[in-house]
């Protein structure tokens, strides 16, 4: 059984930056795509960005291209997401996923685990 616990959500301006932290346990962190999705209030959960397991393949929704970067440290078991010039309409909650030698591409149906999610807030 693996445990996702993300960290580093919160209020931020427009424009803004938050990194997302998600600590992996229980688990052999290098077999499994980790990505982060996202639902907003009245909307379906989606995928923001997937990374595979070496790290060195990524995918990212196109809403976010150019602004977001996921990475992972295989050696700290924790996945990142680095948000930068935040806009309101990036205002969900953010969850942590992993994917059991899954793609870098990941998708709600073939998701393992899930965290518990973080909240993002980007006020105009």
């Known amino acids: 059984q693996v445990q996702l616990v993300e960290s580093g959500g919160g209020l931020v301006q427009a424009g803004g930056s938050l990194r997302l932290s998600c600590l992996a346990s229980?688990?052999?962190?290098?077999?499994?795509?980790m990505g982060w999705f996202r639902q907003a209030i009245g909307k379906e959960r989606e995928v923001v960005a997937g990374?595979?397991?070496?790290?060195?393949?990524?995918y990212y929704t196109d809403s976010v291209k150019g602004r977001f970067t996921i990475s992972r440290d295989i050696a700290k078991n924790t996945v990142y997401l680095q948000m930068n010039s935040l806009k309101p309409e990036d205002t969900a909650v953010y969850y942590c996923?992993?994917?059991?030698?899954?793609?870098?591409?990941?998708?709600?149906?073939?998701?393992?685990?899930w965290g518990q999610g973080t909240q993002v807030t980007v006020s105009s």
């Open positions: 229980g688990g052999t962190f290098s077999s499994y795509a």
């Open positions: 996923a992993a994917d059991y030698r899954g793609s870098y591409y990941l998708t709600v149906p073939g998701v393992d685990y």
């Open positions: 990374i595979s397991w070496s790290g060195g393949t990524t």
